[in-house]
């Protein structure tokens, strides 16, 4: 399915329950970082090689589907009632990401843009 | 482009820069989590009137769509390296919440589901 | 109590479970933006005025003095396994943002500094 | 100072420029999350190891102090604005705390307290 019809799919879900009253930019936004923290919960006493063999362990795998889809859900609900195109601002940013984190300066770095010298 | 063809453009970008080193699981929670705040302190002073105009505000609208994209980007990612399909764990959620918020009872109330009664 | 003792009994704590491993300051910054997180969810879907007159509501306040000693905790934790002086930092900060948010311009605005103009 | 008299100065900070119509529980609950965003951000790409020798990092550690102090003094206004009283909500977590997490069972695990078993 697209990005559009998963959006529709949602705005529909929202519209049965009457659910547009409460889905502002706003509380959407804050139902979105709600979402994100409850997931990164999961990771949070984690070793960095534990973390990456979460969806091996059969208590936390669904937890962590079940949060991604969460946060996926939020973020389409969002961007549809902002009327932003989801895709096309991510091609957006990847070029400008290409821009400020040139290969030859990035490679390797976690540093921010700013601190990459040049 | 599918879900998965911009996963694949976020890998060779993440691989080209010698960054799969960072991207475990939990810097990548860590970074969707973060840059999902992000997005929310840009509503955080409005009202939920104001929220809704946000797009027509020239000074705002670009790091709306900017924030928009940088969680999409790190959900993608995460999804990615979890090997999880975020579209199936999405129709599963919506499934799920269809029977938790049945339509005749949640119409109109924002309550979680364990407070609806039935 | 003195801030100085709080954090000596939540360091206690702490150590009699052994869990100081798991509170380096990364992990201790993920479960304060966690607890931020859990304690903002409950005010997602209210309204301005209903969020105002939560402590109201005898099924959400001990929720919410709950989140808040969390977030407080792990603060404390945080500020402690850092060895930074919150009472410092803060009257630190006073003193920035008053420059940066004078009176006169700053008055009944919520723009960041950098749009105030002057 | 008291945590009393530091929530006077941060009250009186708001009401000089006429920031309290800003203030309300929800709106502080985003800005406190949001900035405990901001100093997890800090940590999301270091290891366990760097994170903790943070504060020798003389472009990071004022950043973490400020961070702090931010996190502090919304979590003081919003403490503050819902009428908690934080020293006394912190001592009854504690006790609870204390209760689900008895030593003999919590020592040296990070599970959360439904998983401890007894």
Same mark, same amino acid.
């Given at each position: 399915?697209?990005?559009?019809?998963?959006?529709?799919?949602?705005?529909?879900?929202?519209?049965? !329950?009457?659910?547009?009253?409460?889905?502002?930019?706003?509380?959407?936004?804050?139902?979105?970082?709600?979402?994100?923290?409850?997931?990164?919960?999961?990771?949070?006493?984690?070793?960095?090689?534990?973390?990456?063999?979460?969806?091996?362990?059969?208590?936390?795998?669904?937890?962590?589907?079940?949060?991604?889809?969460?946060?996926?859900?939020?973020?389409? !609900?969002?961007?549809?009632?902002?009327?932003?195109?989801?895709?096309?601002?991510?091609?957006?940013?990847?070029?400008?990401?290409?821009?400020?984190?040139?290969?030859?300066?990035?490679?390797?770095?976690?540093?921010?843009?700013?601190?990459?010298?040049?």
């Amino acid at each position: 399915m697209t990005i559009r019809g998963l959006q529709q799919e949602l705005a529909e879900f929202a519209a049965e !329950r009457d659910w547009q009253q409460f889905h502002t930019p706003k509380n959407l936004a804050m139902a979105l970082a709600g979402e994100s923290g409850e997931l990164m919960e999961i990771f949070q006493w984690l070793t960095p090689e534990q973390s990456a063999g979460i969806m091996a362990d059969q208590a936390q795998a669904p937890r962590v589907r079940e949060e991604l889809a969460d946060v996926f859900a939020y973020l389409l !609900r969002l961007a549809d009632v902002l009327d932003v195109d989801l895709e096309q601002a991510l091609a957006e940013k990847i070029a400008v990401n290409g821009a400020k984190y040139p290969v030859y300066l990035a490679r390797g770095r976690a540093d921010k843009y700013t601190q990459l010298g040049g």
